[in-house]
């Protein structure tokens, strides 16, 4: 009974691992999906990104040297770099930590994120 119970607890992990690890948004194309259904669009200009919405600007990614910069109305909320998302200088999160919920290139992912974090999507 007991090594019933453990299969049982392991199969249950396994589930819910699985389930919660699978992002909620994928990126088709220049399309973010959540559901099959697009909810936002991705423009790209030379090395920046555009995120919208029903034709509306939420924020960008604007490259500057080794660094992109998010902006919403053309103020920076975060930076991103190696692999890391900053906050006024301080690491506020991972892109990787982005890409759970973001199924995105790094930068799209990172962008939506802090666009998520500020209320702004």
């Known amino acids: 009974m007991k090594a019933?119970?453990?299969?049982?607890?392991?199969?249950?992990?396994l589930a819910f691992g699985a389930s919660a690890s699978a992002a909620d948004y994928k990126c088709r194309g220049d399309s973010v999906e959540k559901s099959g259904s697009t909810q936002y669009k991705v423009r790209?200009?030379?090395?920046?990104y555009t995120i919208e919405k029903s034709g509306s600007t939420k924020g960008k990614a604007v490259k500057?040297?080794?660094?992109?910069?998010?902006?919403?109305?053309?103020?920076?909320?975060?930076?991103?770099?190696n692999g890391k998302?900053?906050?006024s200088g301080s690491t506020w999160a991972?892109?990787?930590?982005?890409?759970?919920?973001?199924?995105?290139?790094?930068?799209?992912?990172?962008?939506?994120?802090?666009?998520?974090?500020?209320?702004?999507?």
Not at 4 to 13: F, H, N, R, S, T
């Open 94 to 121: 991972s892109v990787s930590d982005a890409q759970r919920i973001y199924d995105c290139p790094d930068v799209v992912a990172a962008t939506l994120w802090v666009l998520q974090q500020k209320g702004k999507l």
């Open 85 to 87: 998302i900053y906050k």
């Open 4 to 13: 019933l119970a453990k299969l049982l607890a392991v199969g249950l992990v």
């Open 64 to 81: 500057r040297g080794s660094k992109y910069y998010v902006e919403v109305s053309g103020s920076t909320q975060a930076t991103i770099e």
């Open 44 to 48: 790209t200009s030379g090395a920046d």
